[in-house]
């Protein structure tokens, strides 16, 4: 099974974590089922993006985005080449890091 390292948060994950996940688990799934309590707004229906990783490696081994997913992400705070929405991310056998970004926009709940 793939490790998914995530780097320290100071809301989600202080010390950061090391877990495991089947492959065809999403990041998002991966990250719940361990107690890292990751925003996913929209229930993981690719529809928000509170679920904003930034894979720092292992990001050339997923598939790449769907377009609706690149639109989200457009929207995203802290955007960067490497972002991607937990929910779509789905691990494959390769390892990943990833980071939760310090902030969120909720485009829902703020009304944007």
Partial sequence: MPVIKVLP??????????LRAAPGTSVCEAL???GIAIEHACDM???CT?????VRQ????????EEEEE???DKAW??????????????????LTV?????TINHARENH
Avoid at 9 to 18: D, I, L, V
Avoid at 50 to 54: E, G, L, Q
């Fill in 99 to 103: 980071e939760i970004p310090k902030y």
């Fill in 32 to 34: 719940l089922d361990n």
């Fill in 78 to 95: 802290g955007l960067e080449p490497q972002s991607r929405l937990s929910c779509q991310v789905m691990l494959g056998k390769d390892d």
């Fill in 9 to 18: 948060h100071p809301e989600y994950c202080p010390a950061g974590a090391e």
């Fill in 58 to 65: 292992g990001f050339n081994t997923l598939e790449a985005p």
């Fill in 45 to 47: 229906s690719c529809a």
């Fill in 71 to 73: 639109d989200l992400l």
């Fill in 50 to 54: 509170t679920c904003h990783v930034i």
